[in-house]
């Protein structure tokens, strides 16, 4: 197999590489003066099995236009099969008509990477598991709970948890950790007013004297989670975590999530951490590339990926 890494998120690449104990593919990913994108392949990739690393995240247009341009160079430069390996899918959380006259951009993407010349997806953790159904290709869709159930059994070994769903769209991902967990389980019911704005109107679940840990797919501006953070704290909670698949943490969510009563917040490094994330007080980082390795180690032995969880 061949691995290639565009640049959104170069070190996860170079870990993925590092767990299968292969070289990344040597490849030009530039921009010319005007911002065009370039890409040039710097080894022979015929009839090889070619896995192509990028999330398309901050700056998501030029991640996706390097995603893009990278696949068409290697179908062009006789591929075998190319899997676009997309830690995070970008536009996921438009995968429906929120209003009259709205794209589907979820869709949208589906179609521009199968295109492009994309054999195959990997993903991790989609927005919503349907998107699956938007690609007319093979789509692996993995999940981040075995990261993120191994590091809470180790810190809150024989603590009485309550796992927590931020609003009622999670609670499938929230009871399937409660249950490998042998945990409760509550919800948060919240109203959403406007676009990034959220407010707690109920708390379904007794959380008093409990450590609660909620989980989540993105956190973007973090309001949901600290304002879900303070409910918890104010019903009783001993004390909150929050374990998120993908920080986007945008704007001022980082001094946000700070200032917050949440103990720690926990992503992976689907995204690669800005400076703020890095020096947060209370914000870690868990990696999903032996997750990853092992996926694409499997799909490259044309092994099952499921039986990973």
Known sequence: MKILSCNSNRPLA??????????????????????????????????????????????ANDNVMELLVALDALRRGSARRI???IPYYGYARQDRKSGPRTPISAKLLANLITSAGADRV??????????????????????????????IKQRYDGAKLMIVSPDVGGVVRARSLARRLDADLAIIDKRRPKAGVSEVMNIIGDVNERHCIMVDDI???????????????????????????????????????????????????????????????????????????????????????????
């Open 14 to 59: 170079e870990a993925i590489a590092a767990y299968l104990d292969v070289s990344l593919t040597r490849a030009e990913v530039k921009r010319f003066a005007d911002m065009e994108v370039f890409v040039e392949i710097a080894e022979n990739v015929r009839g090889e099995d070619v896995f192509v690393i990028q999330s398309t995240c901050f700056p």
């Open 83 to 85: 899997t676009a390996v």
């Open 122 to 151: 990997l993903t991790i953790d989609l927005h919503a598991g349907q998107i699956q159904g938007f690609f007319d290709i093979p789509t692996d869709n993995l999940f981040a709970a075995p990261v993120f159930i191994e590091d």
């Open 219 to 309: 956190v973007d501006s973090g309001g949901t989670l600290c304002n879900a953070a303070v409910a918890l704290m104010n019903d009783g909670a001993l004390s909150v975590d929050a374990y998120v698949t993908h920080g986007v943490l945008s704007g001022g969510a980082v001094s946000r999530v700070a200032a917050s009563p949440l103990n720690s917040l926990v992503t992976t490094d689907s995204i690669p951490a800005t400076e703020a994330v890095r020096v947060a007080r209370n914000v870690r980082h868990l990696s999903v590339a032996p997750l990853l390795g092992e996926a694409i180690l499997r799909i490259n032995e044309e092994r099952s990926v499921s039986t990973l969880f």
